[in-house]
């Protein structure tokens, strides 16, 4: 056995590389004949039933406002009933069909049964399942003092994305509906401060990969989102502390995001909503993170010592200890270059709940 792992250890990989650089030239061209089919023949999902969980605010708002503009029915979920009710508001005047408001916690299995299944019982059916909903943290794992805040982040971001899904397969068997994931960029790029975070979205990629597989064509396909920084209550400095408690403060935020570009969130909403009508399997907004990717499969211990210099070391001549991140976005007109402007009002308050 012991020789037998040697050989394949050292036939395989040279097999395998020499296998893609071969098809790499067939496999581009597949690629791209697709993407011109697929936007030739967007799917019309005038009249179908889309459910959106953390449709109150951010990236999922903004993802239910494109598909109003498609003529779509509407399901958001989310905690916030009453900011619920604004966005199913503007949702209609925008141009959708019907919606409807489930105030719900996508952390609690029985929460994402009743949701699913009080869309399939008042509508007959569900076409898109749109999983969204997501809780950040901002601290490094030897702050907390008990695992709680780990498990809520695992509970929402994790658990929060299965539970729907699991309730929600079959009624897409029968529409050839689709799922769509937000799994973000932090799947496969060690952002620090956002290790449960990280591990959280990873999982989930790793989940719908799997998942897809495992369905193959009885659904009408999955895509899977992978946004970088983007205009939402979490750039906004919206964050779980060590404590388990949730505050914005962007002094924090300043730290966590610093000199990152943060695209509009409606411009992220138009790509995902894109991708999935017209069946993309991967989604990455903004694209350029894509070179985050390349770094960690050919040159991990490069983006290490970027993201720890820029996000944990102290900047020399800092009083208060702030990282190069804090340092380069408080340069003058750092923010107003990098920062939508709904980003810039400065604020730190305390949420409960």
């Known amino acids: 056995m012991d020789f037998l792992q040697s050989f394949l250890n050292l036939v395989v990989p040279v097999f395998g590389l020499t296998t893609l650089l071969l098809l790499w030239p067939l496999l581009t061209f597949r690629?791209?004949?697709?993407?011109?089919?697929?936007?030739?023949?967007?799917?019309?999902?005038?009249?179908?039933?889309?459910?959106?969980?953390?449709?109150s605010s951010g990236i999922g708002e903004q993802v239910?406002?494109?598909?109003?503009?498609?003529?779509?029915?509407?399901?958001?979920?989310?905690?916030r009933e009453s900011r619920l009710r604004v966005v199913a508001d503007r949702c209609i005047k925008?141009?959708?069909?019907?919606?409807?408001?489930?105030?719900?916690?996508?952390?609690?299995?029985e929460d994402?049964?009743?949701?699913?299944?009080?869309?399939?019982?008042?509508?007959?059916?569900?076409?898109?399942?749109?999983?969204?909903?997501?809780?950040?943290?901002?601290?490094?794992?030897e702050d907390v003092s008990d695992s709680g805040p780990l498990n809520q982040i695992m509970d929402v971001?994790?658990?929060?994305?299965?539970?729907?899904?699991?309730y929600a397969l079959p009624h897409l068997r029968r529409s050839k509906g689709k799922i769509i994931v937000n799994a973000s960029v932090v799947s496969w790029a060690p952002y620090p401060?956002?290790?449960?975070?990280?591990?959280?979205?990873?999982?989930?990629?790793?989940?719908?990969?799997?998942?897809?597989?495992?369905?193959?064509?009885?659904?009408?396909?999955?895509?899977?989102?992978?946004?970088?920084?983007?205009?939402?209550?979490?750039?906004?400095?919206k964050f779980m502390n060590s404590k388990g408690e949730i505050q914005v403060n962007e002094n924090q935020r300043d730290i966590h995001v610093?000199?990152?570009?943060?695209?509009?969130?409606?411009?992220?909403?138009?790509?995902?909503?894109r991708g999935a009508l017209r069946n993309y399997k991967y989604v990455r907004v903004p694209y350029w993170y894509t070179v985050f990717l390349l770094y960690r499969v050919f040159a991990p211990e490069?983006?290490?010592?970027?993201?720890?210099?820029?996000?944990?070391?102290?900047?020399?001549?800092r009083k208060d200890g702030a990282p190069l991140s804090k340092a380069l976005i408080d340069i003058p007109g750092a923010k107003a270059l990098l920062y939508p402007t709904t980003l810039r009002a400065p604020r730190t308050k305390h949420i409960k709940g």
């Not at 690629?31 to 449709?55: Q, Y």
């Not at 925008?94 to 299995?109: C, H, L, N, T, Y």
Request: proline share 3%; charged share 20%; hydrophobic share 45%.
């Open 94 to 109: 925008r141009g959708a069909m019907d919606v409807r408001a489930i105030s719900a916690d996508v952390s609690k299995e």
């Open 157 to 166: 971001d994790f658990w929060g994305y299965v539970y729907p899904t699991f």
């Open 112 to 141: 994402c049964r009743r949701f699913i299944e009080e869309t399939v019982n008042h509508y007959g059916r569900l076409d898109h399942l749109v999983n969204n909903a997501g809780l950040v943290h901002s601290f490094l794992i």
């Open 31 to 55: 690629s791209i004949a697709l993407r011109i089919f697929r936007s030739i023949f967007d799917e019309n999902v005038r009249g179908k039933i889309i459910l959106i969980t953390g449709a």
């Open 193 to 237: 401060r956002m290790a449960a975070y990280n591990a959280a979205k990873a999982a989930v990629f790793n989940f719908f990969d799997t998942l897809r597989i495992e369905v193959g064509s009885s659904i009408g396909g999955i895509t899977i989102v992978t946004p970088g920084w983007i205009e939402s209550e979490m750039t906004m400095g």
């Open 64 to 79: 239910a406002y494109q598909y109003s503009k498609r003529g779509a029915v509407l399901v958001l979920v989310a905690r």
């Open 302 to 317: 490069v983006l290490d010592f970027l993201l720890a210099l820029i996000y944990l070391v102290p900047t020399p001549g």
């Open 258 to 273: 610093g000199p990152v570009p943060v695209q509009y969130g409606e411009d992220c909403a138009k790509a995902i909503v």
